[in-house]
């Protein structure tokens, strides 16, 4: 893997906009031309937003042409053509499209001014201050192909905003000809508008439509099947359950990936800014992903840097959705007994998080990979039927990997194997700690057991363990008889050995000394040792590796936590949720989940009936409410719910908003509204866990 450069142009602040302007003004006031005056906006459009490209086009309409100052060219308005270009024209409105090729709108023929090898295309109209709001010049900015920029709303936002600074200095120097104002009225341009608004949306409007009304009886499909894989002891019947919860998953994938695409083409795609913890938050991948891979006969091996800082700011929803996207392709495309990484670096003099994930499948041909990020494109036209999917995960990865401030690369050799890695800023302070503190184990005496598993040896547990500043001896798996008559601090050794030499280890445990044993799910009597030992799973995780060995050589540090943590569980006994939801089948699914951990379920079928039982019923501890429901929305009761609140001075109730819109403006605007906190449907059963055990006390 290269050393990567996080090289991606970023946004600008509002501050370094606004420096951007006060240049202008400065540099265009010393200007009678217009060429001069067109050639500084275009230079300075390129530090503005991502542009390879950039052109002035003059309106010349008493000659009915676009000019271009800089070129020396003019091309033709005709409104008659179906381009993005005439539809700029038409609806004096803004338009930005990543990957014309996809496009209805795009006209090589005319849109293409430059005759490149466009990209992406965002035009943005200056407009005048008459009552007509005529046109005096259109902004045309493109990236080439092969450019992993892409133009986002804010782009759209600061272009717009350059483009009524610039219709001042059109107007003052007098340097546009004659306007007709009888070419085009106002309410035409509207219409035009409206159609073209109409237009666009089509197919934005038709996946948010699919999305909602698959993702209500999903939540129910999906959750049940949860429920009853959970109380299924049958091995046959867990199959099939296995198989139906992955078939449902998938399905639900599918659509958030045509919805992912329809948002990046259209510059919506919103990428958040929150500060979290990397071990936290996408460790789960790696749980999620190793299953899946050991089902298939894959091995798959972690490793996060301890090193990594304790939080970065970043969109950690994002990252974990290329995580999975690669992870996915890899395990896909890797035969049985293949092997697969997962490996999380922090580049502190960059201030980098570098993901990488490789493997050992079939690799990519050299003369296909310059397509492997292109939507609908795989390797070969036969991977699709013989791997399945729709091709688009990798694109949509690659252009979440630029939002976050990174590139998604490829080293690939046909028939050794892929690695695909991307690197993203973290953006954290100088006081930022590392999120695990391994100076406690410092001079610590550890035998290291050699094992069979030399994968999951060399690429996870021996690097974890250089972390550790503790003194490691490696020891054959043969001579473990040796250990009896040494002293140490900690054996690590995995199940396989333990197993084999399973007297030895009891032997060992029955001396006092620690034994930490790493290994798939122990399940009942498996690993019967008795004494000073712990069970680590794989994958190996350094906050779960270095907490077991913190609970071996420090027993008494963790004590007061887990007592904490045990009271919390019963505490659920007694306490009083209500959730509303105008489906049936999810609330019964919901009251089900609630069950299980002895809450007692408050049921409401709409808005109103849910603020008449919050009335009603004082011990509410915390209320579930659907968005999407008849005669009132969610968040409209939310708010209700809280004006309730505060008119009474009572106790603020914790509310948790459910939606199946994907999009972060519905989220924000039922926080808004007073809700804690939003979940996007299909809800899993460790996300409601996770929410009781946060917010009920």
Known sequence: MKRLNIDIKKELTELEFKDIIRICETQFNKENDIRQIVVGCEEKIKEIIPAKDVCVLVVNQKKNVYELPTCKKTIPIDTTLESMLSECYKTKQPLILNDVTRSFLYNKKQDNLLNLDLKDLLLVPIIDDSKDKNILAIIWAATKEGN??????????????????????????????EVNTEDTSFLDCMESYKKLNAKMRRSEEYFATIIHDVRTPMNAVMGFLELLNLKENDKEKKEYLDTALKSADMMVTLINDALDISKIASGKMNIEQVSFSVLDELSDVAKLFYNTAKKKG?????????????????????????????????????????????????????????????DNGIGIVKEMQKNIFTPYRQEKNSTSREYGGT??????????????????????????????????????????????????????KIMLVLSSDIWVMKTSLKPYLSYSNAIIEEVPSHLLKALLSREFDILIIFKSEAFKYEKIVQKILERNQNVLIIGDTFLGDDCHFIGNVKRLNLPILPQDMYRKMSDLLFPHINKEMEKKLYNNLVDMEGKNVLVVDDSNINLKFMKEVLKTVKIESVLAFNGKEAIKKFKDNKAIDLIFIDENMPGMLGSEAIKYIRDIENKNDLKRTTIIGLTGDTDQDTKKYILKQGADDVLTKPIQIKEIMNIITHYIR
């Open 298 to 358: 894959i091995s798959l091996s972690a490793f996060y840097d301890p090193n990594i800082p304790m939080e970065i700011l970043s969109d950690y929803h994002r990252i974990k959705q290329i995580m999975n996207n690669l992870l996915s392709n890899a395990i896909k495309f890797t035969p049985e007994k293949g092997k697969i990484l997962l490996e999380l670096h922090y580049d502190k003099e960059r201030d980098g998080l570098t993901v990488l994930v490789k």
């Open 391 to 444: 091709g688009l995960g990798l694109s949509i990865s690659q252009q979440l990997a630029v939002l976050l401030g990174g590139k998604l690369e490829l080293e690939s050799k046909e028939g050794d194997g892929s690695d695909f890695y991307f690197t993203i800023p973290c953006k954290t302070t100088k006081e930022s700690k590392v999120s695990i503190d391994v100076a406690k184990f410092n001079k610590q």
């Open 148 to 177: 992993w920029n892409q133009y986002t709303q804010k782009d759209l936002e600061y272009m717009t905003r350059f483009s009524m600074f610039l219709k001042n200095f059109f107007k003052e120097k007098d340097m546009v000809s």
